[in-house]
């Protein structure tokens, strides 16, 4: 069983920054692959980008490309999401993800989820 919780969300301005943090409870991380996704009111379920279970493999959607970077730190069991020069479009609520395969993951059927941290970006 893993529980996933996410902080670090917020209100920001357009061009801001913010950094999103997941905390696994679970005796080691490393053994599974993460990811971010989002979801926007009204709208479905969008990938984010995920981060393999080394950290050695990264791939983001092409909406956040060159502005967002995942990291992963196993020895604290953290999961990170940092996000720079945000847009109004941003705004969403962010849940992590994890699975021991990633390639569920990247296909958006993870089996474990947080609940969610609220991203709010204004013009």
């Known amino acids: 069983q893993v529980q996933l919780v996410e902080s670090g969300g917020g209100s920001v301005q357009a061009g801001g920054s913010l950094r999103l943090s997941c905390a696994a409870s679970v005796r080691s991380i490393s053994g599974y692959a993460l990811g971010w996704f989002r979801q926007a009111p009204g709208k479905e379920r969008e990938f984010v980008g995920y981060?393999?279970?080394?950290?050695?493999?990264?791939d983001y959607a092409d909406s956040v490309k060159g502005r967002f970077t995942i990291s992963r730190d196993n020895a604290k069991n953290t999961l990170y999401l940092q996000m720079n020069s945000l847009k109004p479009e941003d705004t969403a609520g962010y849940y992590c993800?994890?699975?021991?395969?990633?390639?569920?993951?990247?296909?958006?059927?993870?089996?474990?989820w947080g609940r969610g941290t609220q991203v709010t970006v204004s013009s």
């Open positions: 993800a994890a699975d021991l395969t990633l390639s569920t993951v990247v296909n958006g059927t993870p089996y474990y």
């Open positions: 981060i393999s279970w080394s950290g050695g493999s990264t």
